[in-house]
């Protein structure tokens, strides 16, 4: 069974930092890209950042560049968002995502159930 396990959610004030990780067991790691997404009240669920484990490709949404990093800790099968900088329209729910990346789990995509982060002073 796929579990995506997020922590490190709570509350912070503007300027501060927080470390989110997930925990991914059940899957081969080495075969999935990994993401995070947030979503913020009454708005749609967007991305945030995404790394490949093949090519070592790393994406961020723009409103996240230079403050957020996305990182990997293989031999813990866990992924990491460093956030620094943390802004008031940071505050969301933070999504781990697992997408498959080869057969037979190409396409496939798993969603942990959410970590709050409130950036509030």
């Known amino acids: 069974q796929v579990q995506l396990e997020e922590s490190g959610g709570g509350l912070v004030q503007p300027g501060g930092s927080l470390r989110l990780s997930c925990a991914a067991s059940?899957?081969?790691?080495?075969?999935?890209?990994m993401g995070w997404y947030r979503q913020a009240p009454g708005k749609e669920r967007t991305l945030v950042a995404t790394?490949?484990?093949?090519?070592?490709?790393?994406n961020y949404a723009d409103s996240v560049k230079g403050r957020f990093t996305i990182s990997t800790d293989n031999a813990k099968n866990t992924v990491y968002l460093q956030m620094n900088s943390l802004k008031p329209e940071d505050t969301a729910v933070y999504y781990c995502?697992?997408?498959?990346?080869?057969?037979?789990?190409?396409?496939?995509?798993?969603w942990g159930k959410g970590t709050l982060v409130t950036v509030s002073s």
């Open positions: 995502n697992a997408v498959g990346m080869r057969a037979p789990y190409y396409g496939v995509k798993y």
């Open positions: 059940g899957l081969p790691f080495s075969g999935f890209a």
């Open positions: 790394i490949t484990r093949a090519g070592g490709t790393i």
